[in-house]
């Protein structure tokens, strides 16, 4: 399998991007699905293990940029700044 580049902010989708299954995502307490885009800020509870994402080569978008997590939102994919918690990314979709 070709290892996708190292994903850059702002890029969306990329070519080599597929949908997959993942597993059940359980919302924390208090919290459902809203639609994030660039520059929000995600509550810090979404910065732990629970909901980084770490198998990013699945969906084909690579490892995110240093300083950055993978964080899985419900269906979608979103690329978090460490430190700040500014969204930097949005893949809408993601997870099927």
């Known amino acids: 399998m070709v290892r996708p580049p190292q994903h ?12 997959i299954r993942g597993p059940v995502y359980h919302y924390p307490r208090g919290y459902h699905y ?15 293990s629970p909901y980084i994402y ?3 080569y699945d969906l084909g978008v ?13 269906p979608d994919l979103l690329l978090v700044r460490r430190h700040s918690r500014r969204i930097v990314d ?6 099927l």
């Open 62 to 74: 690579g490892p995110p940029p240093p300083g950055c997590y993978w964080v899985r939102y419900g």
């Open 34 to 48: 809203q639609r994030w885009s660039i520059g929000g800020f995600l509550p810090l509870i979404f910065l732990s």
């Open 8 to 19: 850059r902010p702002g890029m969306g989708r990329p070519p080599s991007f597929h949908a």
């Open 90 to 95: 949005v893949i809408y979709g993601a997870f």
């Open 54 to 56: 770490s198998d990013y």
